[in-house]
């Protein structure tokens, strides 16, 4: 069913990729106001009650816009799942979950503080690995907006951004024993 048939004044392509759903430039570097912006006027023109008088078909449609938009914007707003769709879109597939390769003195990095974490006695030794560990990261972030934006090296991205998905869940680990100990 054709979008445009159902929801007339709605004038949006299911095959737009995020960035040109949004009106925004393919590239990583993004404005989180713009973004936010966009978002919200997207939500506007798509939400299900503004096509209530469209009847049930019109809001379906628009609801499942909702949730394309919805999906996209978290999609953008979060700088690892951004460079990663960058990535994709050009063509260099993450493969993270049969490609795990990572420099060697990453690797070691990694390890160590794995072992810190496991060693970690208190809060106080968990929240300084923390704070360690995100200054690293953002650091790689930055190195992931140059790969995609400067250099324009999307398999070199890919490979970052694999390694951003360790330091990702590394955190995540981070958090959940610092909720543990708080318990």
Not at 6 to 24: A, C, E, R, S, Y
């Amino acid at each position: 069913m054709r979008l445009r048939r159902v929801v007339p004044d709605l004038n949006l392509k299911i095959d737009d990729d995020d960035f040109t759903l949004f009106g925004l430039p393919r590239r990583y570097a993004l404005d989180p106001a713009e973004l936010d912006a966009h978002w919200r006027a997207l939500q506007a023109q798509v939400h299900p009650d503004r096509h209530a008088s469209g009847g049930v078909a019109a809001q379906r449609v628009a609801m499942q816009w909702a949730v394309r938009v919805n999906e996209a914007y978290r999609r953008l707003k979060d700088p690892l799942r951004r460079g990663a769709y960058l990535c994709e879109l050009g063509g260099a597939s993450i493969d993270a979950h049969s490609n795990t390769a990572m420099p060697a003195a990453l690797l070691h990095q990694h390890m160590l503080w794995r072992e810190a974490l496991e060693d970690a006695r208190g809060v106080a030794e968990v929240e300084q690995l923390d704070e360690l560990v995100a200054r690293h990261q953002c650091e790689q972030l930055g190195r992931l907006a140059e790969l995609i934006d400067r250099d324009a090296d999307l398999p070199a991205a890919a490979a970052q951004v694999r390694a951003l998905m360790f330091l990702a869940r590394l955190r995540d680990d981070i958090h959940h024993r610092l909720e543990a100990l708080d318990a």
